[in-house]
């Protein structure tokens, strides 16, 4: 563990940095959020009380620090343009952004990962499928990926909603934890579950494709080294099956490298939510911040791109953390 304390520090400084670099960036856009919430025919003197109530009015360093102090602790403000409170708006639509985050991780990164497991013990095939996963990935736009989707899904073959979350004729599930799929099991309602289920394909099929193009090149490629093939060809000598290679010695070896880039690439995952979000009109946190920056409502914006920075930067720790139980040399032997 002592090479994971090593690299809290420098985790720190990078939270600083990217909140710094937010901040500067929200306090860039042009025009004044308090004189734009009022209005051009509101009184000078009230917008410049408002502005001393609220710490607009301090040098830049000092408005720093009083975010930092807000944001830690939990003092989130109120929206400039609708005057709800920034906690509560973050609760109604952070769970959206979230169960369609899981999804796509979970549907990404297993069928990455089975495809580059299944390439490496003989499948010549899907070593090209593969790679053509990793090129769409990186290549192709998330947006066009989706706009594809619905084309296809939904107006070709009429499978599947044109976009939301639930079907507005019908009521959703008592809200308990805000994941639809959840409440409906929880409310034993698996007629809302199917519902649920069946709005959540696509977006979630579209964002899939980050996760499982970095997981099946950085997989595949781990596991196409010469050590390994070689460790493969031995297992076969001894008899072993290929069902026992994969999923007694290779899973294993593969964990590694797979729940690694999944950290690294968390970052990316959040980024392709936003943009999903928007083409398949799904109710999450994205299509909410990006409405906050247009509508130059700054404490919004600031506080939930900090808290995003935030998440991103503990998914890698703890994937850091993971891997290295998972692998005690990487700490000198010591796990």
């Known amino acids: 563990m002592a090479i994971l304390l090593r690299r809290v520090p420098f985790f720190i400084c990078l939270y600083l940095l990217a909140s710094l670099a937010i901040f500067a960036a929200i306090n860039a856009i042009p025009g004044d959020p308090i004189a734009l919430r009022f209005g051009k025919t509101v009184d000078p003197e009230r917008v410049a009380i408002e502005r001393e109530r609220l710490g607009l009015d301090l040098a830049w360093p000092e408005r ?5 102090k807000r944001f830690l602790s939990g003092d989130w403000g109120k929206s400039l343009s609708s005057g709800r409170s920034t906690t509560d708006d973050f609760a109604l639509f952070m769970p959206a952004t979230i169960e369609l985050s899981i999804a796509a991780m979970a549907i990404g990164s297993g069928f990455g990962l089975l ?3 299944y390439a490496s013990v003989g499948r010549p095939w899907l070593a090209r499928v ?3 996963i990793g090129s769409i990935g990186l290549v192709v736009p998330i947006f066009w990926v989706g706009i594809l989707l619905l084309v296809v899904g939904s107006l070709w073959l009429d499978w599947f909603p044109m976009g939301g979350r639930f079907d507005m004729a019908s009521l ?4 308990i934890s805000g994941s639809l799929l959840l409440d409906s099991i929880l409310d034993g309602d698996f007629r809302s579950f ?3 289920l069946w709005h959540l394909i696509l977006p979630a099929l579209c964002l899939s494709v980050l996760p499982a193009a970095s997981v099946a090149s950085v997989t595949l490629g781990r596991l196409g080294e010469p050590e390994l093939q070689a460790f493969i060809v031995a297992l076969r000598s001894r008899g072993y099956s290929d069902a026992r290679i994969l999923w007694k010695h290779l899973l294993r070896v593969s964990a590694g490298p797979t729940i690694t880039v999944i950290g690294t690439t968390f970052g990316m995952l959040l980024g392709g939510a936003f943009l999903t979000e928007t083409v398949f009109s ?3 946190i994205g299509r909410y911040l990006v409405n906050a920056i247009l509508a130059r409502d700054v404490f919004v914006a600031q506080n939930l791109l900090t808290f995003l920075v935030l998440v991103v930067i503990m998914v890698a720790f703890i994937s850091d953390l993971i891997v290295l139980r998972l692998d005690p040399k990487r700490n000198g032997g010591q796990a």
């Open 130 to 132: 593969a790679e053509g």
């Open 64 to 68: 720093f620090l009083l975010s930092q």
């Open 172 to 175: 959703q599930p008592p809200r």
């Open 282 to 284: 799904w109710p999450g």
């Open 115 to 117: 495809v580059a497991l």
């Open 194 to 196: 199917g519902l649920s």
